[in-house]
């Protein structure tokens, strides 16, 4: 490429050609014309003149630019939208560059070139989009005309001629094969003597009428098979001795063309046959017996055949001959897959610019029972002094619990409404139209939306309506139904006197197979569902609370005139929890008081025994008949009556639980309470284990779906597995992560595999099988803090994984195939793992008694040492012990003085 005329001038301090002195050159400023300060000044300046072109990079051609919004405006030049990657050049008119120079001067991004697009030759220059910035900057100018000609013009590659050129056919032409004659190469023998030849002649069989009935005329008749003996001839085939020849040796010959034949037969007659069944076994007379078992050729037999029956007993305990190597072969590739099949795949996503416009998802809930609906809880994105400044405008407004389905991404099919903001709901395990969920003012709130079940199940075709037209336009339907989601009041909230005192962080029901007194003692549930759960919070305090209506003998008579004046609820509002509307109070309270100090520990997240794990894949075969018996197996309108009759008290149920608190400890301790012999007053227990593990709030504490010991722990900067039982500490504490852990779930289909969220929007896979010191795959899922994971088993193909971020974004994932389907011995080999960890904490608790013993005799012999040495001669000692140790401290003191020492000077004189 030509250098242009203006790269060899000298360069003015902003990159432009030097002029020479004319009418129109500019004169320095603040200096006299000619003085001998401006030209010293000038002098320096022609020294320092930068040199903008690219020619260090081998083109001095190329000068890079940088301009502004407004000057790409001026020029239709702007960056991705006149100037793309796929056309990167603009010619621009000389003219209107040094207009555009005279007009802002100095300002003009292209004043540093100045005196360069004056002196090109052309009429217009060319501007390219520097895209990857090569050269430094997003655009750069061609300052000849010869490389601007290149550029825009380039030359065709010429065809390479020779052998390679001499290879290419541009038109083939198929030409068919041509038959020719065959040319015998001796090929034939050897066919000929490998065909195979049938040596013995067939046997031929011809049947046919005596002579004397030839002619005559033929007559049929019937006869009984069955009674007539000659009705049939049975020739059944059978074993002659004499000509029995064992095959030693075949000699086959094989073509490449089968011979083919065909051949036509009607249905074989199955003419009937004699049968006998044997109803008794034929045994040996004890003569018979006798003789066998004393004959020398059972002996020989025994001793021949007793060696091989050994060796075959020994196999079979070895190994399994029934064991399918092949499927267990496609099991293990299946299970050490790479890493390109262990990912999530977005599946949808739901988001509402209303509703979840500045808030936060706080928790998420699959529905158990019906496909594809799933709900959330949603609060305000503020701090506790924030909260506290704006609460006069919380009140007017609360955020709802909001119902997703996979059939409208867009519109929430029903909202709960809400008395404060919900920070944690759930389910009942019975009745999934029941949901009791707390408040952030530490109130607890239950819903009943059996009147809403048929919307959700039919959210489908679109609004979930009887009336709803099946024939109409998509768009019509939706105008016709009105897409505003039908919002549902609560039924009954707790009073907000003997509630917590704080935001409830967490809330699990009681199984439907026991209940617990106010003693905390477990007795039988004979209701057959859910009337009990359990909450926590950061008041110091656990609480449980019964669903039923209290005993009527018990109910102060202040309360009985209340009850009288209570208004009548709205048609609206189902009646199933009437007797508990803002009377609802907790019938045991626990605290968890400290051992060393007066304080008490304040609980975030508990985990029960019994903790109930939605991993059965729902019969979607038969919806009418299950949902038929849900309902008939929940007489809610009877949960409010007592029976009299005492209950049965239930001995294998523990009422231990795993508790984390708001500073990272992790609690092992007893709901059961214990009367104080002084006061006689029911006291909380305090807890038997405690450990610190964690180094911030706990945010998960949850059991193993597979393993009811197992339990997962994340808080702070790690997480951590303990086994419960196990009171040296955890199986497997991680060590610190690069971002905070916020949230964490086990897998529901594979026993060692579980999801960790994070504050950066990515989420952790472990897989214990595969990795313990790191996790196996991690994937972004959003840009913001994750606050939720909540897994769920559609069908044994489809597993979902939803997971809710800090700016109100639901994100629904597809769990691949690895992820979901275990191994053939996945859940021995976790189990295996687990032990051996138990095993290995057994260990090294021996080894430090053992250490601590070790110390403890070492001290002893060293002082029995000092003691058997007389009076001077232990003096002695001691004196020369106390020398030796002074020189080893003078020496390390020298040692460190000289490390402290400034460094000398090496310009000083």
């Not at 020479?20 to 050159?25: L, Y």
């Not at 320096?44 to 630019?65: C, N, Q, R, T």
């Not at 021995?828 to 430090?848: M, N």
Request: net charge negative; hydrophobic share 35%.
């Amino acid at each position: 490429m030509a250098e242009s005329p203006a790269s060899n001038k000298s360069r003015s301090p902003t990159g432009g050609a030097k002029k020479p002195k004319g009418k129109g050159s500019p004169k320095p400023k603040g200096s006299p014309k000619g003085s001998a300060k401006a030209k010293r000044r000038l002098s320096v300046k022609k020294d320092e003149e930068p040199d903008l072109s690219m020619a260090s990079m081998g083109h001095p051609e190329i000068f890079p630019l940088v301009l502004t919004e407004k000057t790409q405006e001026i020029f239709n030049c702007r960056a991705d939208t006149d100037i793309t990657a796929d056309n990167p050049y603009k010619l621009v008119k000389k003219e209107d560059i040094i207009q555009d120079m005279k007009t802002r001067a100095a300002i003009s991004d292209f004043h540093p070139i100045k005196s360069i697009i004056q002196d090109y030759p052309g009429e217009e220059l060319l501007i390219v989009f520097d895209r990857e910035l090569k050269y430094g900057q997003i655009f750069y100018l061609i300052a000849t005309e010869e490389a601007k000609q290149s550029i825009l013009n380039p030359p065709e590659p010429e065809e390479e001629e020779g052998e390679f050129k001499q290879g290419i056919q541009e038109d083939y032409v198929y030409k068919p094969p041509v038959r020719k004659p065959w040319i015998s190469l001796g090929s034939e023998k050897e066919i000929e003597e490998e065909t195979v030849k049938e040596l013995p002649a067939k046997i031929k069989y011809m049947i046919s009428r005596p002579q004397k009935e030839f002619g005559s005329r033929i007559k049929f008749y019937n006869r009984n098979a069955s009674i007539d003996k000659f009705g049939y001839v049975e020739c059944t085939a059978y074993q002659d001795k004499n000509f029995t020849i064992q095959q030693l040796e075949r000699d086959t010959g094989i073509q490449v063309v089968p011979q083919e034949k065909e051949t036509g037969t009607q249905t074989k007659w199955t003419y009937p046959k004699n049968a006998g069944t044997q109803y008794y076994p034929r045994e040996f007379s004890d003569d018979e017996k006798n003789m066998y078992l004393s004959s020398e050729q059972l002996k020989n037999f025994i001793l021949s055949v007793a060696l091989r029956v050994e060796i075959a007993l020994q196999q079979n305990e070895i190994m399994d001959a029934f064991f399918d190597d092949w499927k267990a072969l496609a099991e293990d590739e299946g299970a050490f897959a790479g890493k390109s099949d262990v990912f999530l795949k977005e599946y949808q996503s739901f988001t509402d610019l209303h509703y979840l416009k500045d808030r936060t998802v706080s928790c998420i809930c699959w529905h158990p029972t019906i496909y594809g609906i799933i709900a959330v809880s949603v609060m305000e994105r503020l701090s506790y002094e924030e909260r506290i400044q704006q609460s006069g405008k919380l009140l007017l407004w609360k955020a709802p619990i909001l119902f997703w389905s996979f059939a409208d991404p867009i519109h929430p099919q029903l909202m709960l409404e809400c008395p404060e903001d919900i920070f944690c709901f759930q389910f009942s395990p019975s009745d999934p139209n029941i949901i009791a969920g707390g408040c952030m003012n530490g109130q607890v709130v239950l819903w009943d939306i059996s009147q809403h079940e048929e919307r959700l199940r039919n959210a489908k075709t679109g609004g979930g309506g009887k009336g709803t037209t099946v024939n109409m336009p998509s768009f019509m339907v939706e105008q016709q139904l009105a897409k505003e989601p039908h919002m549902v009041r609560y039924c009954a909230v707790s009073s907000i006197e003997y509630g917590h005192r704080s935001v409830v962080t967490d809330l699990q029901w009681l199984p439907d197979t026991f209940e617990v007194n106010r003693m905390g003692t477990v007795f039988d549930n004979r209701a057959g569902i859910c009337v009990q759960l359990i909450t926590c919070s950061p008041d110091c305090s656990v609480l449980f609370w019964d669903l039923r209506a209290q005993k009527p003998g018990t109910q102060p008579s202040a309360e009985k005139k209340k009850d009288d004046k209570i208004i009548t609820c709205p048609s609206d509002v189902p009646t199933t929890f009437k007797h508990l509307d803002l009377s609802w109070r907790p019938h045991i309270k626990l605290s968890l008081p400290k051992t060393d100090t007066g304080g008490e520990y304040s609980p975030v997240k508990l985990s029960l025994r019994e903790e109930h794990h939605h991993t059965k894949i729902p019969d979607r075969t038969q919806p009418q008949l299950r949902q038929q018996a849900s309902k008939d197996k929940l007489p809610y309108s009877e949960v409010t009556t007592l029976s009299v009759k005492p209950p049965k008290l239930l001995e294998n149920i523990t009422t231990n639980f795993f508790v984390g608190t708001e500073d990272g400890e992790v609690l092992y301790t007893d709901w059961k309470m214990e009367r104080d012999g002084d006061s006689g007053r029911l006291l909380s227990q305090k807890p038997s284990a405690i450990y610190n593990i964690h180094d911030g709030l706990v945010h998960t504490i949850q059991r193993s779906p597979f393993f009811k010991d197992i339990i997962l722990t994340v808080g702070g900067w790690n997480f951590a597995i303990w086994k419960e039982g196990v009171v040296s500490g955890p199986l497997l504490q991680s060590s610190c992560a690069a971002k905070r852990y916020t949230v964490g779930h086990w897998s529901l289909s594979r026993a060692g595999v579980f999801f960790i969220g994070r504050e950066d929007g990515n989420i952790d896979i472990w897989d214990l099988l595969e990795k313990t010191h790191e996790p196996s795959q991690t994937q972004n899922v959003c840009i913001a803090l994750i606050t939720c994971i909540k897994p769920w088993i559609y069908s044994s193909k489809q597993h979902f994984l939803a997971v809710s971020d800090d700016f109100g974004t639901l994100h629904i994932l597809e769990i691949s195939w690895t992820l979901s389907h275990p191994s053939v011995n996945e859940r021995s080999s976790v189990q295996h793992y687990f032990e051996r960890e138990v095993k290995h904490l057994e260990y090294v608790d021996q080894r430090k008694e053992f250490r601590a013993k070790e110390r403890v005799e070492l001290e002893k012999e060293s002082l029995k040492k000092v003691t058997t040495v007389g009076g001077q001669r232990s003096r002695e000692l001691m004196e020369e012990q106390t020398k030796q140790d002074y020189s080893e401290f003078l020496h390390t003191e020298k040692n460190i003085l000289k490390a402290l020492a400034p460094p000398k000077d090496r310009f000083s004189s």
